[in-house]
């Protein structure tokens, strides 16, 4: 009954940004640990940033630093992913996760750990 539903993806100009949105239903990101990963074909499935709802800590790979950036909502019901100086290696299927805490925001970002899974937003960027 727990449900993770992303919005916001879209086509985009190189250099270009967009916001991600990931809204919960059936519960709040209360003691979760919500991560945004990304699939592209022939490509790894990648943990692109994290952040866990008990301290608000967060991880992202040297892929996305400084061009990516992950928050939460007042309700802790939606996450966010707002992503600046888009490349065309970004291009992608961008889906949400969420995993009970303790489990640390690299651990989830590197391991692609998740026990609830959206069903993704395409964003792709276009040269």
């Known amino acids: 009954q727990l449900q993770l539903v992303e919005s916001g993806g879209g086509l985009v100009q190189p250099g270009g940004s967009l916001r991600l949105s990931c809204a919960a239903s059936g519960f709040t990101f209360d003691y979760y640990v919500i991560g945004w990963f990304r699939q592209a074909p022939g490509k790894e499935q990648e943990g692109v940033s994290c952040i866990s709802s008990s301290d608000g800590s967060t991880y992202y790979p040297d892929s996305v630093k400084g061009r990516f950036t992950i928050s939460m909502d007042n309700a802790k019901n939606t996450v966010y992913l707002r992503m600046n100086s888009l490349k065309p290696e970004d291009t992608a299927l961008y889906y949400c996760?969420?995993?009970?805490?303790?489990?640390?925001?690299?651990?989830?970002?590197?391991?692609?750990?998740?026990?609830?899974w959206g069903q993704g937003t395409q964003v792709t960027v276009s040269s």
């Open positions: 996760a969420a995993v009970p805490i303790p489990t640390t925001v690299q651990d989830m970002c590197v391991m692609g750990l998740g026990g609830y």
